[in-house]
């Protein structure tokens, strides 16, 4: 097994495994992470431009600047709202239906994330045939992904009328 493949297995597996033993909202992270996608699209010219501005007597390299800005501006959504999410699936049930919202925060995870690593990386995994195979299947993952992540969240809704088993019946 080359090391290309392994960090494409890493990039994939790490969150997949965090966000089950953790106890991590997956549905949560998976949409903080494509507001993290949106941030990066929309937001990290201005963002890396600032940068600039704010420490102007620091040699920068122009690529490395620009991919660790887009790298955090994607990164630090799921990041931040994995760790306030710690331990907020509760029951073996909810955490076996977790399983497939982390599987597709780690798929779109590394869709994301490997085409902004430094270039030696970024070449080595995009041109192994098990990275050809997940950007065939691309737009499968992040709708199926999307889509399972939306009924996860729905099905977590609170149920009608739980205030009133708790706080007691109030008769008119």
């Not at 949560?28 to 494509?34: H, K, P, S």
């Not at 994607?74 to 599987?103: D, E, Q, W, Y």
Request: charged share 10%; net charge positive; aromatic share 4%.
């Amino acid at each position: 097994m080359n090391s290309s493949l392994i960090i494409l297995i890493a990039i994939i597996g790490v969150p997949v495994l965090a966000l089950m033993v953790l106890r991590i909202n997956a549905a949560l992270v998976f949409m903080a992470l494509c507001l993290g996608s949106v941030l990066t699209q929309y937001v990290a010219d201005d963002a890396g431009w600032l940068m600039t501005l704010a420490t102007p007597n620091v040699p920068q390299a122009g690529s490395v600047t620009e991919s660790s800005v887009k790298l955090g501006l994607l990164l630090l959504p799921p990041l931040l709202t994995a760790v306030f999410m710690i331990r907020t699936v509760h029951g073996s049930a909810r955490l076996i239906l977790n399983a497939l919202p982390a599987v597709g925060v780690g798929l779109l995870g590394a869709l994301l994330v490997v085409p902004l690593l430094p270039a030696s990386t970024a070449i080595g995994i995009m041109a192994s045939p098990t990275w050809q195979e997940v950007v065939k299947l691309q737009d499968l993952i992040v709708g199926s992904s999307a889509l399972l992540c939306l009924l996860v969240l729905w099905l977590q809704r609170p149920k009608s009328g739980g205030e009133s088993k708790h706080h007691g019946k109030h008769h008119v």
